[in-house]
């Protein structure tokens, strides 16, 4: 019967303002499109590595040079581990952050969110850029990729100043 009545299993009763919720679904938002964009970089990355060691230098379409395979298959796994743990750890100062804003980011965190930030920047502009030539579709969904990562390259630049 005490449990009914408001024993300790009983939620606690806690008045979150609008600006706190609208905070909070933020942070949840920016963490999963980080966890989004790890995957993404892990999928591309097996991809490339896997076309680069198997693809003949018959294949027209990827690249038929052996050098350019060789630079890709040793380029491309140290940059996405780079990437990967600069995305881990911005998810981890974005998170920090959110439920704590008043306790400042360490160093390392820091890095990550920068590193992040500019990266989803160098992808905007690799993005912009290669819309020149594309098909009125691709250039709709290019253009909300590019808003999209614009949008976490300022959420991560922000996270980081206020550090």
């Known amino acids: 019967m005490a449990l009914r009545e408001g024993g300790r299993w009983e ?10 919720a609208s905070a909070t679904n933020a942070v949840r938002l920016l963490s999963a499109v980080l966890s989004l964009e790890l995957l993404w970089v892990l999928l591309v990355t097996a991809s490339v590595v896997f076309l ?11 690249t038929g040079d052996a050098t350019v395979r ?4 040793a380029a491309a796994p140290p940059v996405a581990v780079v990437l990967g743990l600069a995305l881990i750890g911005a998810r981890h100062g974005v998170e920090r952050r959110g439920a704590s804003p008043a306790q400042p980011l360490g160093r390392v965190l820091r890095l ?3 590193i992040t930030a500019f ?8 993005l912009l850029t290669s819309l ?3 098909h009125m579709t691709w250039v709709v969904v290019g253009l909300v990729l590019a808003v999209a990562l614009s949008w976490v390259a300022r959420a991560c630049v922000r ?5």
């Open 11 to 20: 939620a606690p009763h806690t008045v979150v303002s609008g600006e706190e």
């Open 52 to 62: 680069a060691a198997h693809l003949g230098p018959g294949a027209e379409e990827f």
């Open 70 to 73: 060789g630079v890709l298959l």
């Open 112 to 114: 990550a969110l920068w």
């Open 119 to 126: 990266a989803n920047a160098a992808l905007v502009i690799s």
């Open 132 to 134: 020149y030539h594309a």
């Open 159 to 163: 996270t980081a100043r206020a550090a």
